[in-house]
């Protein structure tokens, strides 16, 4: 076996294995609600994939999950845990908010929407960045600094929109004026209702940049190798903490322009709690797409497509059931790598 081909091997197999597991699991958990497996999926695949709405709505939650996962998928890549996506797509949410209020009404949607692009991505990457400076500078655990900004940020910004950005009787920001990029819906018709917006295409482009970031550039590859083998790397002219401010500045930034799905894409101001928990299943998503850029793509549609699917079928079964099955496709995922890749390593070696 050739040393590509196993790696493709421990890359595809474990996904695959859980999704077995979850599939087993979720049947065994669904018959003890006493509702049949085939009905259950096949009202999960209606709600989701089945139908124009559905299927918008689940590309909604891809579309934040991409971004989320990617925040989480550099940082590791550079042997960092950025537990503060949910921070930093808020932080992103309330900077294009800022922006699109700031912009005068006649300045034309592409061009109003790249500027709130860009002010997303600079509030989230300001986030990441303290926890990179830290990190950096002074050898300070990110785990515990992006922690504690979740709770700071988002107390901050919930603030600053009750106390001074707030519409009456309500805690979101005016509507803004310009920026708001099109629905689905707009071009075609069968998307009515559904929140799927062309931010989904910005957040499939980051996906390809960073998989070109990582495996076609010299940064790339220095933070890969970071990653890997810090002292090696460190030896090799590399500089730690440089590679590691750098991580958490990309992740921070992509997922500050997660936000723009919500503001701009979606209800056009920034409302407290509007990625309520996204940042979180960002985690799950990186680990589930092996924090690589096209395995997080597939992996968000994933994640969307169960928490879609939880809606689908309250009416016979829990939607939380769609919350455990996403716990058990995690769980499987960490069990299954170190087992297949040890099964292939032992084939290989009686190959050879």
């Known amino acids: 076996m050739s040393g590509r081909a196993m790696r493709w091997d421990e890359t595809l197999l474990p996904p695959l294995m859980a999704l077995a597991i979850a599939a087993v699991v979720g049947d065994l958990l669904i018959l003890a609600f006493g509702a049949s497996p085939g009905h259950v999926f096949g009202l999960l695949f209606e709600g989701t994939w089945g139908n124009a709405y559905g299927f918008g709505q689940t590309l909604y939650k891809t579309t934040t999950l991409v971004c989320t996962g990617l925040a989480v998928a550099i940082p590791l890549r550079a042997g960092l845990f950025n537990i503060g996506a949910e921070s930093q797509i808020a932080a992103g949410g309330f900077a294009a908010a800022l922006a699109g209020l700031a912009l005068p009404a006649g300045v034309p949607w592409p061009i109003a929407a790249v500027l709130c692009l860009l002010a997303a991505a600079i509030g989230g990457g300001l986030v990441a960045a303290v926890p990179g400076a830290l990190r950096a500078k002074f050898g300070a655990s990110e785990v515990i600094v992006t922690i504690m900004l979740n709770f700071i940020v988002l107390a901050f910004l919930n603030w600053v929109v009750a106390a001074k950005l707030h519409v009456p009787e309500s ?86 322009a997660g936000g723009i799905n919500y503001v701009l894409g979606y209800k056009h101001y920034y409302e407290e709690g509007f990625a309520t928990g996204s940042g979180y299943i960002g985690i799950a998503v990186a680990l589930v797409g092996r924090n690589h850029p096209v395995g997080i793509v597939f992996a968000a549609l994933l994640f969307a497509t169960l928490s879609q699917g939880g809606l689908a079928v309250n009416a016979v079964v829990p939607k939380q059931l769609m919350d455990v099955l996403q716990a058990v496709v995690i769980l499987a995922v960490a069990v299954c790598v170190p087992e297949v890749r040890r099964v292939l390593r032992a084939a290989g070696g009686r190959a050879a």
């Open 171 to 256: 805690l979101h920001t005016p509507e803004i004026a310009t920026g708001g990029v099109p629905r689905f819906a707009d071009f075609i018709s069968i998307f009515h209702g559904s929140a799927a917006n062309v931010t989904l295409f910005v957040a499939l482009a980051l996906a390809a940049k960073m998989w070109w970031y990582l495996f076609r550039t010299k940064q790339g590859y220095e933070l890969r190798a970071v990653g890997l083998q810090p002292e090696a790397a460190e030896n090799g002219g590399v500089s730690l903490g440089r590679t590691w401010f750098q991580a958490m500045l990309i992740g921070g930034a992509i997922a500050g």
